[in-house]
């Protein structure tokens, strides 16, 4: 039997089955009724048990991070005792629409009207009838949370914080109200300073529920998930949006992911100026051997205007010098290309002659690097960073050794980057023989 005021308890309730068995009473009709988020919130929607003082919700592009933060401050001020609540977001316009008026914020929320909180837009409070207030606040101004004392919060897209940490700490302090101050934070991952000490916390403080974008597919556009799934599934950035993973960055790393995810965004026209395959061979074969990195890149324009473009990875591992010759040859054809960057430092020539007898029938250049792979790899990657290299699609393997590239994660030979880098800088690089870093 539950009281006419429900305790925090209540989150933890099959609804579904007690309805189904008809062993409601008067009580619970009327708080299904009332909140029927109770009854249709997935398991990462739901407060988790425990006695935990932070709550972390990371979840995927419309997984109801939002809607789920919300019915948790709306419960904390009907329900939890909660007076004095404070919004986080990004920004002041994110906490009025998106906590406070968007689609699933605060005063949107589905049940009676009477529970509708008032919003006055001078003071940036929130008020319910039962006098329980609100208060905005911006991750860009953590010093405006010094003064204010709350026993609740819900923090939105805290990994989207541009002084995460510092309003993190200035809302931990001012949570001294209460017997037990509670904060709740959702967001979509990013691996950023305050989602990783959340995510290490091991003392029972921080409780973490995870959801996904399919998860919450009923409640979002025909077809979204698919398209996005079709775009970016499988991929770190996917795991990242999608699945509410965090993905971290790897110290050292010359690219990112978020370069990764500007490249993609990059529109690839029909027709280019040049196109290259280049090779990075293999010194053996056979299963264990490095692989052979096969890439083939356009450009248009010049200069400092040009546009470089990754068009395929045909990357292949195992194979006899014929066989990747073979496949240099085939994508050369495919892709348009008017020549071959082969790197020559094992092979020399026998790279050249590899490749005409295996049919390729455009020039082939053979260069030899000189440098350190990371020193010839950085003029590349800057490029990246200048927004002046787009993917012609989705490149899981070669993307994945990019962002590994110069960190201890990378753990074998970065044969696909290698043939990334020789390729954009004989499309991109005027005037070196080589891609190489100078001295100031």
């Known amino acids: 039997m539950m009281n006419s005021t429900p305790s925090w308890d209540v989150w933890e309730t099959d609804w579904q089955a007690r309805e189904t068995a008809k062993t409601l009473n008067e009580n619970e009709k009327k708080l299904l009724n009332r909140i029927g988020f109770l009854k249709e919130a997935r398991p990462a929607q739901r407060p988790p048990p425990g006695d935990w003082r932070s709550w972390l919700f990371m979840g995927g592009r419309g997984a109801g991070k939002t809607r789920a933060g919300a019915e948790w401050t709306r419960f904390a001020a009907l329900f939890g005792g909660c007076g004095r609540i404070a919004l986080v977001a990004p920004t ?17 929320l589905p049940g009676w009207a009477e529970d509708r909180p008032v919003y006055e837009s001078t003071r940036r409070r929130l008020v319910w009838p039962n006098g329980a207030e609100a208060y905005g606040f911006s991750a860009e101004d953590p010093d405006s949370l010094r003064g204010p004392q709350f026993d609740a919060a819900w923090c939105d897209e805290a990994a989207a914080w541009n002084h995460g940490v510092a309003t993190w700490d200035m809302l931990q302090l001012a949570l001294r109200l209460g017997a037990a101050p509670r904060v709740v934070a959702t967001t979509t991952p990013r691996p950023v300073p305050l989602i990783r000490r ?9 409780a ?5 974008t399919r998860e919450n597919a009923a409640h979002l556009a025909p077809g979204f998930v698919d398209l996005v799934e079709a775009a970016y599934g499988g991929t770190p950035l996917g795991r990242q949006e999608l699945l509410g993973e965090l993905v971290e960055v790897a110290e050292g790393a010359l690219w990112t992911r978020e370069m990764i995810a500007r490249a ?12 290259v395959v280049a090779v990075d061979p293999p010194v053996s074969s056979g299963r264990d051997a490095d692989a052979c990195g096969i890439v083939a890149a356009g450009r248009i324009g010049s200069g400092r205007a040009a546009q470089g473009f990754v068009l395929a990875d045909g990357s292949v591992q195992g194979c006899r010098p014929l066989d990747w010759a073979g496949r240099v040859a085939a994508l050369a054809r495919q892709a348009g290309a008017s020549r071959v960057i082969a790197e020559a430092n094992q092979g020399g020539e026998m790279v050249r002659a590899t490749l005409e007898t295996a049919g390729c029938d455009v020039p ?16 590349v990657a800057a490029l990246y960073a200048q927004g002046r290299v787009a993917h012609g699609g ?33 499309l991109m690089i005027d005037g070196r023989e080589r891609p190489r870093i100078w001295g100031l």
């Open 198 to 206: 959340l995510v290490s916390c091991t003392d029972g403080s921080v």
């Open 208 to 212: 973490i529920t995870r959801g996904g």
């Open 394 to 426: 989705v490149f899981p393997a070669l993307e994945d050794e990019l962002c590994a590239f110069g960190t201890d994660g990378l753990t074998s030979s970065p044969d696909r980057a290698d043939a990334l880098v020789w390729a954009l800088w004989a």
């Open 264 to 275: 993609r965004a990059g529109a690839v026209p029909d027709a280019f100026d040049e196109v």
């Open 364 to 379: 082939v250049r053979l260069v030899h690097a000189r440098a350190g792979k990371a020193e010839r790899a950085a003029p």
């Open 92 to 108: 002041l316009s994110d906490v009025r629409e998106v906590m406070v008026e968007g689609s699933s914020g605060l005063r949107a």
